[in-house]
């Protein structure tokens, strides 16, 4: 009953957090689904307000009127907050208090006015994001004391960081709002002014003006979209056109690092990028300003020292400029303009114009990778929620089927001592009703293995003997070609053995099925930047393209035998590591599974095999 009650609550906050970009509007969804989860009358949402440091209630349930108004008019400043405040907010802790009246760690006056209040019991859990608190919220029964138990305190710590994500994501998203409002007033202001003043002002004034209005227009563009992918590729293509050069490009550094982990470009064609190869790693001019971080200007780069040439197929440059894109202190990336046109280098004005362009395009990003984030976080949640769902009936159905298949097995022993073994007749129909009783164990032990929680055992692993062990202990058929072209040289994996093991068992018994007449079976390895990448690959008969978003569901099958379990299986045990599973797959080709997982060598430099 009680896992039922969670999933359903689960539920109902994935659909307030998908449904509501409105922060309000979240934040009075979320304070009425919480208490229903957790089986308590009444809580209070506290958010540090941005202009004014005060800690602010914005949403309450089940507090008297007066005991609401209380609260809304004593703002405390961040200074002079309670002990258990203290704990929650600036320490990030969650803090449960059985009985406000005999807690010895409140000072008398704090329990004076919690009493006064009317609170008895409290739980209180920080709302973080970014390793920063934003607020917090707490729950509490005035009726008794209530000691909350481990599952109540980490059910409250699941529906805080979502609830976390959800209201950064609304204030991101009322700031781009804002931000894109207060830029079509502009623009609709510039426009008038340039109508105003036409023929009265000087060549060079006019083109300000041009500038000025681009920028406009173009903060509008990048605000608007929300596909991350999207906001990066029209980033670079208005700010080209806004700062009028011929190639423009924008590459996005991993949180935390200094790399390059993805590059857009604009005014390069498909084909040219496709001679060029393979992406920029970061040196030379690019690497300078990664790692320098501020606005670089050149009137010819390829006679600055740092500079290291181009790659093969890649058109000349000379003029340069480079200025990174930060909001709110985080490095999101840098945006790159080369060639200008009908000038020999960029100026002063330009630098400004692109300062101002990465200003908003660091908004627009901050706020896709908020949206993308959410949606990843809302599937998560119900995925969650249907795997506790059938992990629970996978568990009973275990429980219910394990002793009748005993008694039938035990049975079936018995009369094959019994029974004259001259009928082939009743030798074969034993032989089926044992087969069969072994074929429904494995079933069973798949569903047992799906329901049952196993703790991680993480133990730097050589990747290229893990994957040899694995393939020993699996029984390949004679028509089925092996290749391990994963490198010893790789660095070892960050994992759980036992578990690992698993997987790839899994990902080879599935390659196996995909190729019944047989094939080659790859597997590949690499690494980089603190991650590795194993590639499971197979020549068998592919996966249609619309099963492709479902084969990692539990209970998914497209054969006529097993429960479907396997692949949701991999995809449990790889997240657990804090990894990912993806597939790539062609109908009649063949398909391959794509683990990335952590390394317990960051620094090594990347390499790579057979990839």
Known sequence: ?????????????ARVISDGRDLNEILHGLIE????????PRCMIFRVGRECGELVMPASIGLSAGAARSIERRKQPLDALTPIQREVLMEGRTVAVEDVAADPHLHPEDREYLGFLGMRSILGVPLRMGG???????????????AFSEGEIRLAEVIAAHAALAIDRAEAWEEAQKASGELEWLKHAFDARVEKCTGAWSTVQNQRVRDLAALVEAGIAITSELSLDKVLQRIVDVARGVLRAHYAALGVVAEGDAQL???????????TQAQIGLLPVGR?????????????RLRDLTKDPRSVGFPPHHPPMRSFLGVPIISRGRVFGRLYFTEKQDEDEFSEEDESLALSLAAQAAVAI????????????QERLLRAERLSAIGTLAATVSHELRNPLSVINNAVFFLSTKVPRDDPRVVRNLEIIRREVQTATHVIEDLLDFARSRPLHVTPVEAELLV????????????MHVENLVPKELPPLCVDPGQMQQVLSNLIENAMQAMPDGGTLRLEGAAGGGRATLRVSDTGVGIAPENLSRIFEPLFT????????????????????????SVESEVGKGTTFILELPTAEADRKPISSGA
């Open 1 to 13: 009953m009680r896992m039922e009650r969670e999933a359903s609550a689960l539920q109902e906050i």
């Open 33 to 40: 689904v919480v208490p229903r989860a957790m089986e308590i």
């Open 132 to 146: 920063k608190s934003i607020g917090y919220f707490t729950l509490d029964d005035p009726h008794r004391p209530r």
């Open 261 to 271: 982990e993805r590059f857009f470009v604009s005014g390069i064609d498909a084909e």
């Open 284 to 296: 030379g001019i690019l690497g300078a300003l990664l790692r320098e971080g501020k606005p670089l």
């Open 366 to 377: 901050e706020n896709a990778r908020l949206f993308q984030e959410t949606q990843e976080q």
């Open 468 to 479: 040899r062990d694995t393939l020993i202990r699996q029984q390949m058929p004679v028509n």
């Open 558 to 581: 497209t054969r006529s035998r097993g429960v479907g379990l396997g692949l949701a299986l991999v995809r449990r045990m790889v997240e657990a590591h804090g990894g990912h599973v």
